[in-house]
C-alpha cells in the first residue's frame, strides 16, 4: 500500500521504483481490490509468453478499454482466424518489399511538405511532425488511396486523443465498470465515433468495389478460413485500426524521444550521421539501403528498451499455475513490463546507460531479456512495420537535415496506453549543405 500513492501522482516513477525493489523476482502488489503479480525476469516471461502461453490471456484492464477502440483483442477473437492469414500475407518477404516502396514514395512526400513549413529559425514540435508522417505512411498500406490527406490528419488527430484521454484512469482502476464514468471517458468515446464515421465508409466501399487492391482493407475483405467464411465490415474495421495502432503509436514515440538521447550523447549521434551519408549520401532512402543501416537500427533498439514505449502489458491468469515455485492464482492479473525488465541490472548492465552497442550483431541475450514487440507467438505485429518505417523516415529526415534539440531540460516520459513525451519535443531543423 506505500506504493499507491506515488502511483497515483507519478505512475511510472511510482512503478519504477516498484521494480527495483523486486529486482526481477515475482511479487504480488496490494492495491487495495487490485492485486497484480508483477513478472519481469526473462526466465519467467518465457513462462508466460512461449511456454504456457495459452494460460495467460489478453484479457481485463488495458484490454477491456482498448477494446473499444480496436475491437476483440482477447484470445477467443472468432475473426482471428482470417486476420491471421492476412497478416502473415502482408508480412511475407515479397510484401514486405512491396510495402517498403510505398513507405518510401509517401515518407519522401511527407518530408518534403514538413520542409516547406518549416521555417529555419523557427522549431516544429517532433511528436506531431513524426505523427503526421507515420500516419500518412502507415494508412496507405492499409487503405490505400481511398483517404485524403486531410482526412489523414484528422485521423492522427483522432487517435492522438483516443490513446490519451482515459486509459490512465482505467489502467489503475481497472475494477471500475465501464458504466461507470472516468475523466476521460467522454473524449474517449468522442474519438471512437470519429474512427468509425472514417473507416467504415471505407471498408463499405472496398466491398462494394470488389476488394481487388493490395491495401489491407481488400486483403481482409477477401480473406477466408478453413471453412470459407469471411469475416464482416466490423471485423474489417477492427482488424485495420488495431494494425494502425499497433503501427503507428511505438514509431510516433520513439522517433520523439531519439532527439533528446542524441542531442546529450554527440558520440552516438556523430556515428549515426556518418552511416546515414555513408549508406544514403544523396539518394532516396529505399528498402535496397535497410541491410546497410546497422548503426541506426541499433539505435532505434537501444531508444525502445531505454523508453520502452510499451511500458505494461498485463494478462488473465486463466488457471492455477506455478512459476520458480510462486503459486499464480486463477483469476488474477498479471503483469509484464518492459520498461522494468529493460532497467534489470542483472540482465541489462548499466541500465541507465544509453548504449546502441548493447545491440551489435555480436552481442547476446536470453530471447525474453528484450520485449519491446512482446514475445512468443503473440509477438506484436508493429515489429516489422516500426523496423521498415522508423530507420526509412530517420534515413530520408537526416539525408536532408540535422535536426537541433531546442529543450533546455532533458525529455520525461509521460503514462498513456504508451509512453509519450511529457512536454512538446521541439527541434530546429537545419538544412544540410552539400
Known amino acids: 500500500m506505500r506504493h499507491l500513492g506515488s502511483l497515483l501522482r507519478n505512475p511510472l516513477e511510482g512503478f519504477e521504483r516498484i521494480g527495483r525493489d523486486a529486482n526481477g523476482e515475482i511479487v504480488r502488489l496490494n492495491l487495495g481490490p487490485f492485486r497484480p503479480y508483477l513478472v519481469t525476469h526473462p526466465d519467467h516471461l518465457q513462462h508466460v509468453l512461449r511456454d504456457n502461453v495459452e494460460n495467460y490471456r489478453r484479457e481485463g484492464m488495458m484490454w477491456k478499454p482498448l477494446a473499444r477502440l480496436t475491437g476483440d483483442a482477447s484470445d477467443v477473437d472468432p475473426s482471428w482466424p482470417v486476420k491471421r492469414k492476412v497478416f502473415q500475407t502482408l508480412l511475407s518477404g515479397p510484401s514486405i518489399a512491396t510495402i517498403a ?23 516544429v514540435d517532433a511528436f506531431a511532425e513524426m505523427t503526421r508522417v507515420v500516419y500518412r505512411t502507415i494508412i496507405r498500406v492499409l487503405v490505400g488511396d481511398r483517404i485524403s490527406l486531410s482526412q489523414i490528419d484528422e485521423l492522427g488527430h483522432v487517435m492522438v486523443t483516443a490513446t490519451t484521454s482515459s486509459f490512465r484512469a482505467r489502467m489503475l482502476m481497472p475494477f471500475v465498470p465501464l458504466s461507470i464514468p472516468l475523466p476521460g471517458d467522454r473524449a474517449f468515446n468522442a474519438c471512437v465515433q470519429a474512427m468509425d464515421d472514417l473507416v467504415y465508409p471505407i471498408v463499405r466501399e472496398a466491398r462494394r468495389d470488389g476488394a481487388a487492391g493490395h491495401d489491407v482493407v481488400s486483403m481482409m475483405i477477401r480473406a477466408r478460413d478453413d471453412n470459407g467464411n469471411g469475416v464482416d465490415d466490423k471485423a474489417v ?148 512495420f516500426f523496423f521498415l518505417e522508423a530507420p526509412l523516415i530517420l534515413a530520408t529526415l537526416l539525408s536532408r537535415f540535422r535536426p537541433v534539440l531546442q529543450n533546455k531540460t532533458p525529455i520525461e516520459p509521460r503514462v498513456d496506453i504508451t509512453l509519450k513525451p511529457r512536454e512538446p519535443v521541439l527541434i530546429r531543423l537545419r538544412p544540410i549543405k552539400r
Not at 485495420?240 to 503509436?249: E, K, N, P
Not at 535496397?288 to 511500458?311: F, G, M
Open 101 to 123: 516502396d510505398e513507405m518510401t514514395a509517401t515518407i519522401a512526400e511527407a518530408v518534403d511538405q514538413l520542409a516547406e513549413r518549416a521555417a529555419p529559425d523557427e522549431p
Open 237 to 384: 474495421r477492427d482488424g485495420v485500426v488495431g494494425l494502425f495502432v499497433a503501427s503507428t503509436d511505438t514509431t510516433v514515440s520513439a522517433l520523439s524521444f531519439l532527439w533528446d538521447a542524441l542531442d546529450s550523447h554527440p558520440d552516438v549521434r556523430a556515428r549515426l550521421y556518418e552511416e546515414i551519408d555513408t549508406v544514403i549520401g544523396t539518394d532516396v532512402p529505399s528498402f535496397d539501403h535497410l541491410p546497410k543501416l546497422v548503426y541506426t537500427k541499433q539505435l532505434l533498439q537501444e531508444v525502445l528498451r531505454r523508453y520502452s514505449v510499451a511500458w505494461v502489458t498485463p494478462r488473465t491468469i486463466a488457471a492455477d499455475d506455478v512459476i520458480d515455485g510462486v503459486r499464480m492464482h486463477a483469476g488474477s492479473t498479471l503483469i509484464i513490463s518492459p520498461y522494468l525488465t529493460h532497467r534489470l541490472p542483472g540482465v541489462w548492465p548499466d541500465p541507465d546507460v544509453f548504449d546502441p552497442e548493447r545491440f551489435a550483431p555480436d552481442r547476446t541475450r536470453h530471447r525474453f531479456a528484450y520485449t519491446a514487440f512482446g514475445g512468443g507467438p503473440n509477438q506484436c505485429s508493429g515489429r516489422v
